[in-house]
């Protein structure tokens, strides 16, 4: 047998190794196909899998002619076996045909599996957002999201795996990236299916749906179309982004907001931030402040504010210095300097707010 030299570089010398990762190559390309047809985009990734076979037969060519320009020299360093030198010339033939046809093989096969069975693949950072193409239900009007199988988009998502069933035939199946929302951010919701807003109000009620990511239960449980009273704070989200569009920083341009208003506010040392509130009853006649609610965290639960019988309007309780996850639309802050009394003084207080002192 020949002996090849100590590799110098990543790439293989010998013929054993350069056979390995050629077959290595075969078999990561079959698996990818298999993986992409089942999820019906057999086309890109077969041409990807071919380009890198092109790559590796030309690798291949390569160095196998720089072992036949080589193989006097090393004929008189080494005699070679007779018994061998059939190998050097089968070496010389290229697999490429081969491997190609073994590769779309396993492509085709792996798309017909696939629409016989009607598997769908869904990532592991991804939903799937479903579409019924027809139905012998149709949707009730003014309703956008399917809830019992009437054709369109469907409430229910897909998450990751392997699911059964879904025909190219009758369904659509779109894969969309999850919703992140950034550290040090918050990430504001409209939907666009649901009940109608109340005409006293301005944002919809806060449902409990997983933080959105329970379409179903949002919809089910009365919740209403439009701005959303609850946001969503920092982390990864698997939501029907046909249903409910997120607003984070990187998108506030198109909604017609500024980034920092999508960022967690914070209240400067010193400060303290006064609120108005947005949203909730009028307040009473002859007050010019609403009264302090319980309950509410700083104003970051703004349900709770709404249930508990928030007034909208400026607002006697105000927030110390820290961070709050604030809903832009539902309380705006402004901050002033905290008043010092200077030691051996004392405050006056004037408070128009309350009931009216009744002199006898």
């Not at 629409?115 to 950072?125: F, N, S």
Request: net charge negative.
């Amino acid at each position: 047998m020949l002996r090849s030299d100590p590799p110098t570089s990543e790439v293989p010398k010998s013929p054993l190794a350069l056979s390995r990762r050629l077959w290595l190559s075969v078999l990561s390309s079959c698996t990818a196909l298999t993986v992409a047809t089942a999820a019906t985009q057999v086309t890109p990734v077969l041409a990807q899998s071919l380009t890198s076979l092109q790559s590796d037969r030309d690798t291949a060519t390569e160095l196998l002619s720089s072992q036949k320009v080589n193989l006097p020299e090393r004929l008189e360093a080494s005699p070679v076996d007779p018994a061998t030198e059939p190998e050097l010339e089968l070496m010389q033939v290229s697999a490429f045909p081969l491997l190609v046809g073994f590769a779309v093989f396993a492509g085709l096969t792996g798309f017909f599996i696939s629409q016989i069975t009607g598997l769908v693949v869904i990532g592991e950072r991804e939903v799937g957002i479903v579409t019924r193409k027809f139905s012998g239900r149709s949707l009730p009007p003014g309703r956008l999201i399917a809830l019992n199988g009437e054709a369109g988009l469907q409430a229910d998502t897909l998450a990751p795996g392997w699911h059964f069933g879904f025909f190219a035939w009758q369904y659509n199946v779109r894969k969309a990236s999850v919703v992140m929302v950034p550290q040090g951010e918050i990430g504001l919701v409209l939907a666009s299916d649901g009940k109608t807003i109340p005409p006293d109000r301005i944002l919809a009620k806060q449902i409990d749906c997983d933080d959105f990511q329970n379409a179903r239960k949002f919809l089910t449980q009365g919740g209403e179309k439009g701005r959303q009273l609850g946001i969503l704070t920092a982390g990864t989200y698997r939501i029907n982004t046909d249903l409910f569009e997120v607003i984070v920083s990187g998108n506030a341009a198109k909604y017609g907001m500024h980034p920092a208003q999508l960022k967690v506010y914070s209240v400067e040392p010193e400060k303290v931030g006064i609120v108005t509130t947005l949203d909730g009853i009028p307040i009473d006649e002859g007050e010019i402040a609403g009264a302090v609610i319980p309950n509410h965290d700083n104003f970051q639960k703004a349900q709770a504010f709404i249930t508990n019988g928030g007034r909208r309007g400026l607002q006697e309780q105000v927030v110390l210095s820290g961070s709050w996850n604030l809903n832009p639309w539902f309380a705006q802050v402004e901050q002033v300097r905290m008043t010092e009394v200077p030691i051996g003084y004392v405050g006056v207080v004037i408070s128009f707010v309350g009931a009216s002192l009744i002199l006898s």
